[in-house]
């Protein structure tokens, strides 16, 4: 068996072209432009890469991008002064603060600082209970791109048992709401698992989410599984230059499940998307207009 590439890229930009239609129909039918705002405190390289990414597809999709750039040194109270001032401006409808913050700041106060239906990362307590209660919620855009992706390779999952590996507040217990939601059978495996491999081959549908390189072999997958990678690892090759991979290893699961998200260029695309397609979602909840179909869980 040779398992179907699920292309997170690809599928991006479908999300993305699909972000851009609903976009341009708020702009002409409501004369309304969702604004997403982004917070970024410090130097960190690969946040700035991050940020640089969400700002240019925000702006590409047809949506206002608002960037605040602050010092490393910035307070806690300044802040959460800015976060004030922007859960109160009409015109933004998306707020996100870059993680990780400096040390000095508390990143669970700022995040539930942030008005939770503005909360575009989905992080905030009162999104976590909504999802955890199956209640309309701002999801967290990694394990939405995930659910998006399986309900277009499945169709249904209904009955389906699926196994997350890996237990964070951003994506494993997200995760495996959702595919409750979805009426999976779902486990939440860890490191203190007893026979995490038994656990594994008995899924229909698996979600590595540990952070650990290629921790997760193909004699672990049941024949015909649909593998989910959300790991990016980055590793050293034989020439001394590195590699990125994922929380699988691909080769080995590849010849085993039915399909597979590679990395990169599976799961990874997904996150900026899905943020872009929460940002259409809270400005539609904000104006009460109907959520689009198919942008949010």
């Known amino acids: 068996m040779v398992a179907t590439v699920i292309d997170g890229k690809a599928f991006a930009a479908k999300v993305r072209g699909q972000v851009a239609e609903h976009v341009a129909r708020l702009k002409d039918d409501h004369g309304i432009t969702p604004g997403l705002a982004v917070v970024l405190v410090g130097e960190d390289p690969a946040s700035q890469v991050y940020v640089r990414n969400k700002g240019k597809q925000t702006v590409e999709v047809g949506m206002n991008s608002i960037e605040h750039k602050l010092d490393a040194s910035t307070s806690q109270e300044e802040l959460l002064a800015l976060i004030a001032q922007l859960n109160a401006d009409p015109s933004v409808h998306g707020i996100l603060c870059q993680l990780p913050v400096p040390d000095h700041i508390d990143g669970d106060t700022i995040i539930n600082a942030i008005d939770p239906a503005k909360d575009v990362d989905g992080f905030h307590i009162s999104n976590v209970g909504l999802l955890g209660t199956g209640q309309d919620a701002m999801v967290p855009c990694t394990p939405l791109g995930c659910l998006m992706m399986l309900r277009d390779h499945h169709g249904s999952l209904s009955g389906m048992n699926a196994v997350v590996i890996g237990r964070s507040n951003i994506v494993g217990k997200p995760m495996a709401n959702l595919l409750l939601g979805d009426s999976c059978t779902v486990t ?42 959300v790991g990016i690892n980055r590793i050293e090759k034989p020439d001394g230059g590195t590699r990125l991979v994922g929380d699988v290893d691909y080769d080995s699961c590849a010849a ?19 943020l872009l397609a929460n940002t259409v979602t809270a400005c539609c909840r904000a104006n009460g207009l109907d959520t689009p179909k198919g942008l949010t869980a």
């Open 256 to 274: 085993v499940a039915g399909a597979i998200t590679p990395v990169p260029g599976g799961v990874g695309p997904m996150t900026i998307a899905c």
């Open 188 to 229: 939440i495996a860890h490191s203190r698992t007893a026979d995490l491999p038994a656990v594994v081959r008995g899924a229909d549908i698996v979600v590595a989410a540990v952070g650990r390189p290629q921790m997760v072999p193909g004699d672990w997958i049941k024949p015909g599984a649909t593998v989910i990678d």
